[in-house]
Structure formats: structure tokens, C-alpha cells
């Protein structure tokens, strides 16, 4: 059973950062993007950052400058470095893994989530 484990999210204060890790387990293959969608209380889920197995990054606006996505292909693991934290960036951060599979067909898998609380 393919398995995204989330790690890092945490308390922390205006200003400061935190580093969250996706590792994939249970899986023969690497996904083809991986990424981290976030949701805070009362809103809908909103993409923060993706990253293709070839190196291409997209950021949501509100973060671009402060957090930074990698991935190591080797692991099939994924990290999101954020920075210079604000309050309006608590949420739970959910890590998403994307395979391939054939002409229009795509599976998507989610992690559980992780929560990430920032406090003025």
C-alpha cells in the first residue's frame, strides 16, 4: 500500500521556520510531481508548492521569497523549507504525490496532514 508520511509541523512564533518532510513508503516507482497543499480553519485547500521529478517549482504568491520545495528522487521524499513565518500561514499542510498513468489518466495520493501553527 503506497503510504506519504508528513513530518516538522509544529508551534512556532511570527518570523521564525519550520521544515516539513514527505517520505513515500510502500511504493516501486517515483511520482512523477509531488507537492504540499495547505487548509486553514473556515477555508478551502490551497496549493503552496509543487515539484516535478525534473526539477520545475510553482509557488503559490503569498509564499514566493519565503518557502522553498525540494525533493530528493532517490527517496521519494520531499521537503518544504518555510521561512519568515506568518500568523495567516497556519493551516494543516497536507504533502500530495502524482503517478502517471498513461495518455489522460492520472492517480493522485495524499498524506494525513500535518499541522503548522504560527503565534504573533
Known amino acids: 500500500q503506497v503510504q506519504l508520511v508528513e513530518s516538522g509541523g509544529g508551534l512556532v512564533q511570527a518570523g521564525g521556520s519550520l521544515r516539513l518532510a514527505c517520505a513515500a513508503s510502500g511504493s516501486i516507482f517515483r511520482f512523477a510531481i509531488m507537492g504540499w497543499y495547505r487548509q486553514a480553519l473556515g477555508k478551502q485547500r490551497e496549493l503552496v508548492a509543487t515539484?516535478?521529478?525534473?526539477?520545475?517549482?510553482n509557488y503559490v504568491n503569498s509564499v514566493k521569497g519565503r518557502f522553498a520545495i525540494s525533493r530528493d528522487n532517490a527517496k521519494n521524499t520531499v521537503y518544504l523549507q518555510m521561512n519568515s513565518l506568518k500568523p495567516e500561514d497556519t493551516a494543516v499542510y497536507y504533502c500530495?504525490?502524482?503517478?502517471?498513468?498513461?495518455?489522460?489518466?492520472?492517480?493522485?495520493?495524499w498524506g494525513q496532514g500535518t499541522q503548522v501553527t504560527v503565534s504573533s
Open positions: 500530495n504525490g502524482v503517478v502517471n498513468l498513461g495518455v489522460g489518466r492520472r492517480d493522485d495520493y
Open positions: 515539484i516535478t521529478g525534473g526539477g520545475t517549482i
